[in-house]
Nanobody, 119 residues
Framework: QVHLVESGGGLVQAGGSLRLSCAPS????????MGWVRQAPGKEREFVAA????????SYADSVKGRFTISRDTLRNTIYLQMNNLKPEDTAVYYC????????????WGQGTQVTVSS
């Protein structure tokens, strides 16, 4: 069974920074892309960022462009989300996700890590 282990969430003041990490464990599986999706209370899940495993091409939601950076470490099979200039509206549970089939849809999900930004 595949597990995605997230870390790095927490409480930070507006304007601060956090870095999230995600690494898979358990059964091996192919990875076409990995990314982050967030869900704020009372709202639907929202795409944040993704990175293709081969080539490293990245994509971002407009709401985080210029503030968040997604990266990968292919040796450690780990992805990171560097979040700078955080805003209260970034408060959400952040989920790591994997697109294993190249379908442009995530088919594996982590348990989520809470990010809270105080004003």
């Amino acid at each position: 069974q595949v597990h995605l282990v997230e870390s790095g969430g927490g409480l930070v003041q507006a304007g601060g920074s956090l870095r999230l990490s995600c690494a898979p464990s358990g059964a091996t599986f192919s990875v076409d892309a990995m990314g982050w999706v967030r869900q704020a209370p009372g709202k639907e899940r929202e795409f944040v960022a993704a990175i293709r495993w081969r080539g490293g091409r990245t994509s971002y939601a407009d709401s985080v462009k210029g503030r968040f950076t997604i990266s990968r470490d292919t040796l450690r099979n780990t992805i990171y989300l560097q979040m700078n200039n955080l805003k209260p509206e970034d408060t959400a549970v952040y989920y790591c996700a994997v697109d294993s089939l190249g379908s442009h849809e995530f088919d594996y999900w982590g348990q989520g890590t809470q990010v809270t930004v105080s004003s």
